[in-house]
């Protein structure tokens, strides 16, 4: 499954990022064989508003199934809830973050 | 000419000077642009003769027509927009939205954005049209579209007053833009002279001719004047803190009628104003 990752890294073994739309790295993943799609400074970062908007979109429109990170703000929540995206919350490493997700129920 | 009164800090003064002005001088008129909290009104007891609902267009999405082509959403700099092919569906944030207008006209299929009113205030005008407020409505989360759409209704008087909201940010200065004069009023307190220092730059960097009123003078606090020479701007009057003033402005009287020598020093403050900016 393509999996988003709100990352502050590049690779498997940096942290899931602290904040969702404000992370540093938008990471794109392969959940089942663990191999990084896209990796990539997270551009709206430092925005001004509808940030959270904004990398919902992304998340969306690249066809992402699921996003791994901290807790959503209100308007990603809404918009990643009618895309159907699957929220996996999680706080630790990116790689432990990967093995729990494909472990849930 | 046109002639705004700001301050940086909130209740320095803005509205006993700009309706003190307007009470004082001929051919004037008075425009409350502070419509998150208009208060002139109180003083100058107008008779209101149109009230008229102020909206902004913002977008509205037709899902039958729309094809999820995510135009509208890529366009929008704001990121009011979520377009969600998987569910058929067109998410919009109305608070991000500035009415620019721009999802409208990228979308390729006609008729899939319509633009309808969206109302956030309200704008009265009375004394023949020479007062004019704008009150925004509860929730609406900026002020400016609501302070730029008075200015329609600003009359041609010989003197037009534009009392400011406070602060420093965006109302303040879509308010002082279009004005000839900017008078910034202040308390001799450490947080009027903090606050004042903050406008003072704002003026600056608008290149507008300004000058200092200091409200609540008190002979024994030289903290305004010391100010006024440190960064060269004229102080074009002081009006010392006096109890029956501050009771009168608490019954809602105009400084005006409760000191009424003041007149002629507001007359004479608008003469040196023309002749500073002819």
């Given amino acids: 499954m393509k999996v988003f990752v709100a990352a502050a890294g590049k690779d498997l073994d940096s942290m899931v990022a602290d904040r969702f739309a404000r992370c540093p790295v938008i990471m794109g993943i392969e959940s089942?064989?663990?191999?990084?799609?896209?990796?990539?400074?997270?551009?709206?970062?430092?925005?001004?508003?509808?940030?959270?908007?904004?990398?919902?979109?992304?998340?969306?429109?690249?066809g992402y199934k699921a996003a791994i990170g901290p807790q959503t703000g209100p308007n990603a929540t809404s918009a990643l809830e009618e895309g159907g995206i699957e929220l996996f919350t999680f706080q630790g490493t990116i790689r432990d973050a990967l093995e729990a997700f494909n472990k849930r129920k | 000419m046109k002639v705004a009164v700001a301050s940086g800090k909130g209740g320095t003064g803005k509205t006993i000077v700009s309706t003190s002005l307007?009470?004082?001088?001929?051919?004037?008129?008075?425009?409350?642009?502070?419509?998150?909290?208009?208060?002139?009104?109180?003083?100058?007891?107008?008779?209101?003769?149109?009230?008229?609902?102020?909206?902004?267009?913002?977008?509205?999405?037709?899902?039958?027509?729309?094809?999820?082509?995510?135009?509208?959403?890529?366009?929008?700099?704001?990121?009011?927009?979520?377009?969600?092919p998987q569910a058929k569906k067109v998410l919009f944030f109305e608070e991000l939205c500035h009415?620019?207008?721009?999802?409208?006209?990228?979308?390729?299929?006609?008729?899939?954005?319509?633009?309808?009113?969206?109302?956030?205030?309200?704008?009265?005008?009375?004394?023949?049209?020479?007062?004019?407020?704008?009150?925004?409505?509860?929730?609406?989360?900026?002020?400016?579209?609501?302070?730029?759409?008075?200015?329609?209704?600003?009359?041609d008087n010989d003197v037009v007053i534009l009392d400011s909201p406070p602060g420093t940010s965006c109302p303040v200065?879509?308010?002082?833009?279009?004005?000839?004069?900017?008078?910034?009023?202040?308390?001799?307190?450490?947080?009027?002279?903090?606050?004042?220092?903050?406008?003072?730059?704002?003026?600056?960097?608008?290149?507008?001719?300004?000058?200092?009123?200091?409200?609540?003078?008190?002979e024994k606090v030289s903290l305004a004047r010391e100010f006024a020479r440190s960064k060269d701007v004229e102080?074009?009057?002081?009006?010392?803190?006096?109890?029956?003033?501050?009771?009168?402005?608490?019954k809602g009287i105009p400084l005006v009628d409760i000191e009424p020598e003041y007149r002629s020093n507001f007359k004479d403050l608008i003469e040196r104003i023309r002749v500073t900016i002819s």
């Fill in chain 2, 235 to 250: 102080i074009l009057l002081e009006i010392p803190f006096s109890r029956k003033v501050a009771e009168g402005y608490s």
């Fill in chain 2, 22 to 84: 307007f009470l004082s001088v001929n051919d004037a008129a008075y425009i409350d642009m502070d419509v998150e909290e208009p208060n002139g009104a109180i003083f100058i007891s107008p008779e209101i003769e149109r009230e008229e609902r102020f909206s902004l267009p913002v977008p509205s999405f037709n899902e039958n027509i729309c094809t999820f082509c995510n135009a509208c959403a890529e366009a929008c700099v704001y990121s009011a927009i979520s377009v969600i």
């Fill in chain 1, 32 to 62: 089942e064989t663990g191999e990084i799609l896209e990796a990539i400074d997270n551009p709206y970062k430092d925005g001004t508003g509808g940030v959270g908007v904004k990398v919902a979109n992304h998340i969306i429109q690249n």
């Fill in chain 2, 99 to 155: 009415s620019c207008g721009v999802c409208k006209y990228v979308c390729p299929e006609p008729g899939a954005i319509v633009e309808v009113p969206k109302e956030i205030g309200t704008i009265r005008v009375g004394n023949n049209g020479n007062f004019v407020e704008g009150t925004l409505d509860i929730g609406i989360p900026s002020a400016v579209p609501l302070i730029s759409g008075i200015k329609r209704y600003i009359p």
């Fill in chain 2, 173 to 218: 200065v879509e308010t002082l833009k279009d004005s000839d004069y900017v008078i910034l009023v202040t308390e001799p307190t450490p947080f009027g002279i903090n606050d004042l220092s903050l406008a003072l730059d704002i003026v600056r960097e608008l290149e507008k001719p300004h000058g200092i009123i200091v409200n609540k003078h008190n």
